[in-house]
Nanobody
């Protein structure tokens, strides 16, 4: 079965850290651009970070989040540090095979081949 599964969300205090994981089954993530999106209640979905040949970050998370590939495990991880209450959202990973730029993928200009089911991140004291 071809699917993406994202995991690692939870409840964390402001200033804390979480590590999200996007795992693929049935296909190899290394051939895809991977984007992490998030959607908070009442807000539009926004691109957070992307990895293709290099990494790309939204201004709101630059310096705090790090995206990386683990090819041995066929996963893409998002390390989130110095979390803020405004980071609270459902986080989704998405995989796109066509060679568009990260900025294009993050702006949701093009469709993705696969989506994860989402994982809740709540930052609260």
């Amino acid at each position: 079965q071809l699917q993406l599964v994202d995991s690692g969300g939870g409840l964390v205090q402001p200033g804390g850290s979480l590590r999200l994981s996007c795992a693929a089954s049935g296909f190899t993530l290394n051939y895809y651009s991977i984007v992490w999106f998030r959607q908070a209640p009442g807000k539009e979905r926004e691109g957070v970070s992307c990895i293709r040949a290099s990494e790309y970050y939204a201004d709101s998370v630059k310096g705090r989040f790090t995206i990386s590939r683990d090819n041995a495990k066929n996963t893409v991880n998002l390390q989130m540090n110095s979390l803020k209450p405004e980071d609270t959202a459902v986080y989704y990973c998405a995989a796109g095979r066509l060679p568009y730029s990260c900025s294009a993928y993050m702006s949701q200009k093009y469709e993705f081949d696969y989506w994860g089911q989402g994982t809740q991140v709540t930052v609260s004291s």
